[in-house]
């Protein structure tokens, strides 16, 4: 059932699956010491087929992939394949909190497409909220600490990885897509993603680092709790709440990264880069600030 407004129980899914948004951060970067990003990122697309799968087998909606949607399907796997790649190389070359706060400005990439191709005008607070996000990526990637642990490439590869993201956004609005509905564009996501991250894999080097069982356990994590379950979780909260206030709440996922990465791995968090945070946080809250309807 829609509801008009966030109640305890959305607050509290919605505090979760930021949280769980923010570990997932955490883990590529542990995992990636175990195996390669691209091959880690392939075998997590790989098994996510299965669980998104039974997913819809549950709900009674067993996954078709319908003939007018195999254009789009294979654009949007294709996209979502780029996202990851980029993501989960650049949690290797750079930090956990870099990497999260670069790619959650997706949202002003995003609002340009849709202003070009949606017709989602950039308002006043949007376009507000839009240089905030902007300024604060720059910020982040041009304030890199003299200790090593983040690189430039690192940093780029995370930008890619939120055009990546916005580009995936995009074309799940376009009518083909939305027909799909959220789950099978998940699993068309996944489904055409798994091939080409393997195979992509091969031009980055052994596959195998240095594999323990703490990293397979990552690799399981990821492919069901984070893609099978936070992802849905995500989108079902979409379905039921007004989707400006869940969006916004997206400001929480680079904040927690950047404190975890700091706890578990001891990354760097100086002036600079609370800064950047601060103002991509800021970016995204007034870019999905419900507009007041006019009487």
Not at 64 to 89: N, P, Q, V
Not at 132 to 149: H, K, M, Q
Not at 234 to 260: C, E, G, K, N, R
């Amino acid at each position: 059932m829609r509801k008009t407004k966030l109640d305890g129980a959305g607050v509290a899914m919605l505090l979760g699956v930021q949280g769980l948004l923010a570990v997932n951060q955490i883990i590529i970067k542990l995992v990636n010491a175990g195996l390669q990003p691209v091959f880690f990122a392939g075998l997590r697309s790989l098994l996510a087929i299965g669980f998104v799968w039974a997913w819809l087998v549950w709900k009674g909606r067993p996954p078709r992939l319908r003939r007018k949607a195999w254009g789009t399907g294979l654009l949007i796997g294709s996209l979502f394949a780029a996202e990851f790649l980029f993501l989960f190389l650049a949690l290797d070359l750079t930090t956990v909190g870099r990497s999260a706060i670069i790619m959650y400005s997706m949202p002003v990439w995003f609002a340009i497409l849709a202003h070009f191709g949606l017709g989602e005008r950039i308002t006043g607070p949007r376009a507000s909220g839009l240089a905030l996000a902007f300024t604060g990526c720059a910020a982040a990637i041009l304030s890199r600490p003299d200790t090593g642990e983040a690189s430039l490439a690192g940093d780029l590869c995370a930008l890619g990885a939120a055009w990546g993201w916005a580009l995936t956004a995009y074309v799940a609005r376009r009518p083909v897509m939305r027909e799909e509905g959220a789950e099978m564009q998940l699993f068309w996501m996944v489904v055409v993603s798994a091939p080409i991250l393997l195979g992509a894999s091969l031009f980055f080097g052994p596959l195998i680092r240095d594999l323990q069982p703490l990293h397979i356990l990552g690799l399981v994590f990821q492919s069901s709790v984070v893609v099978a379950g936070g992802f849905i979780a995500w989108l079902w909260l979409l379905s039921v709440y007004p989707s400006s206030t869940v969006a916004s709440f997206s400001f929480l996922t680079p904040i927690l990264a950047l404190l975890l990465g700091a706890l578990l791995f001891g990354e760097t968090i100086g002036l600079p880069i609370l800064l950047a945070a601060a103002l991509v946080a800021a970016g995204i809250v007034l870019m999905n600030r419900p507009v007041a309807a006019r009487p």
